[in-house]
C-alpha cells in the first residue's frame, strides 16, 4: 500500500500493475550547492579480459563512450592494472577500457584482437574496480533503462548462479567465467565493422546477449533489435530537470465504482523536491491524497534510529525531502520523517519516434500495453529515475488509531496482550492466507507455514534480526513458496520487498522491508511527452 511516508516519485507501475515504492527527493534552487569541491582520489583495478595491457583506461565525463581530451586517463601496465586519479565524486561514473589491436592479453599469448572495441564499468567506489566483460554488460542493461541491481541480476543469471561480477575472475581462477568473458569479447568484434566496434555497436551486443541469455544464440537481427532501442544516458543535470518538474505515470485506482488514472508531478523547489499525487477527474488532473482510495489508512516508519514515527496517515501529502548534494545526474536526499539517505539518480532518452508500447514495455499492464499505439514526437524525453537507500526501510500498514478507538487493525496474537519482546511471536500460529494457512516461527532461525490441518508446505523459511532494531524479525520466504502458500503478503514480495514481524507499541505486527542498496525506479517524463503517453491511452481507459 502506498503512503505518504514514501516519497515514489519517478517511479511507473509494474507490468503486473503493482505500484513500487521509491522513497526519494531533494530539495534547493537549480544548480549545485556552494559545497566544498572533493578532493581528488585514485581510483584502481585492472581491466580483464585476461589482463589487458597497453589499454587506454579514462573516466566518461561527458558520457559519451569515448575517451576526450581533457577527461582523466592513463594506461594499464604490464599486468593489466591502472590508478586514475579523480577529481570530485566518482561514483555513478562511467570508466573506460579502449582496447585495439595493439593491446596485449596475456591469457591469449600472441593474440592481436581483430578490431577495436571499448569495455566499461559503472564506478561504485574507488579500490578494486576491475572493468571486464560483465562489468560491461551491467554498464549496457543500465543504458537500456534498467536499474544496477536488475542489471546485475541479468549478468549473473548468464552465468548461471551467484557470482561477484566485480571480481578479478583470473586471480580468482574461475575458468567458467573466464571462458564466458573472452565468448563476449569475440561476439563483440564479430559484429565490428571495418576493424571497429563502436560504442552504441558495444552496447547493442551486450543487450542481445542478455536479453537471449547466450552468447552463442546472438544473430544480427538481435544486434539491430538493440541498436533501436533508446539509451538511457546519465549526462543530464537533475536539478534543472527536477525544477521544470516531470510527470509519472501511476496506474489505475477504483473509486465510486470507476477506474480513475493516476499520474505523480515530481518538482524542486526552494522548499525541496516534493511529489504531488494527481487523478484524471471531469477531463482535468487534480490533487489527490491517498485518502482518496484507502481512507483512514496509513502507516509507521522504523527511523534510522530504530525508534518508530508517529501514525502517519494516507490524508496527509507526501513530505519534502531534504537534499544533501547534488551531482550532475544524481541527488542525495534525506527522508525528513526517518532520517534514511537515498541516492536519486536520473538518466536521460530522446524518445523521438519510438514507439510508445516499444518505452513503456514493463512499466505497463499487458492490457494497456497491447492497447497503447502511436510514437512519441520529435523533442520528446523520457528518464528513468533510481533510488538506493543506504538502510533498510521498513514500514507497518495499519488504520488510523483516531477512527478506530485508538485500536490497531494489523495484530498478530492476543488483541487484548502487551507484549514486551518480538521473541513472543515464536510459537504463534500465525494466519498468512485466506485459505487459513498458518506461519510458525521458531526460535533456532527457522519458521514454516503449515496448513489448517497441520500439514507442512514450507519448511525453507528463514528469519534474521533487523541491525537497527532488534525486535523486527525479516523473514527470507522464497518466491515459489510464497506462491505456493497462497500468501497474503504476495504482492509485497513480488515488489522486491520482505515480510517482517515487528514489535511496536506493545503490538506484534506484520511490516514491510525494502531492502537498502537495491535499486528503485521506473520512467518519467517531461511534461510533453507525458501529455503525448496519456492522450494515447485515453480510448483505452475510456475518458476523454
Known sequence: MQTPSSLSSLLAVTSSALLLSACGGGGGDSGTPNTPPAPTQ???GKAIDGYLVGATVCLDLNDNGVCDPGEPSTTTQADGSYSLPVNGTAAGKKLLVVVTPATKDLSRPGYTFP?????????????????????????AQMEAGLSRSAAEQNVTTLLGGSVDLNADYIAGQDQATSALASKVVDMITTFASNG???????????????????VDQVSQADVDAQASQPRYSRNVDAAAVLKSGVYSWYGLESSNGQSVALRELSSLSNAGLATLHQKYLAQQWQPSVWADFFPHQGEYDLKADGSWTDFIGNQNPEPVWGQ?????????????????????????????????AKVMQGALDSSL?????????AGS????????????????????????NNQSCNVIGDKAKTYSAVDQVFGLDIPVSASGNLLRLNADGSAAIRDNQGQVLSSQIRWNRLARNA????????????QATQLSQLDDLLAGNRLAIALRAGHLQFASVEPA????GGITFAPAAFDQLFNALKPTLGVN
Open 42 to 44: 585514485q581510483v584502481s
Open 196 to 214: 571497429q566496434a563502436d560504442a552504441d555497436k558495444v552496447r547493442a551486443v551486450l543487450n542481445a546477449i542478455a536479453s537471449k541469455g547466450s
Open 324 to 356: 544533501a548534494q547534488i551531482d550532475g545526474n544524481a541527488i542525495t536526499v534525506t527522508n525528513p520523517l526517518t532520517g534514511i539517505v537515498g541516492r536519486l539518480e536520473l538518466r536521460a532518452a530522446k524518445l523521438d519516434g519510438q514507439p510508445m
Open 369 to 377: 500495453l497491447n492497447a497503447l499505439h502511436g510514437n512519441f514526437a
Open 471 to 482: 525486535n523486527v524479525l525479516v523473514l527470507n520466504i522464497a518466491l515459489k513458496d510464497a
Open 381 to 404: 524525453v523520457g528518464y528513468t529515475t533510481y533510488i538506493r537507500h543506504n538502510l533498510d526501510q521498513v514500514s507497518i500498514s495499519d488504520c488510523d488509531p483516531a477512527f478506530n
Open 115 to 139: 578490431a577495436s572495441f571499448t569495455l566499461s564499468t559503472i564506478l561504485s567506489d574507488t579500490a578494486n574496480q576491475h572493468v571486464t566483460p560483465l562489468t560491461s554488460m551491467v554498464a
Open 517 to 520: 542498496k537495491r535499486d528503485r
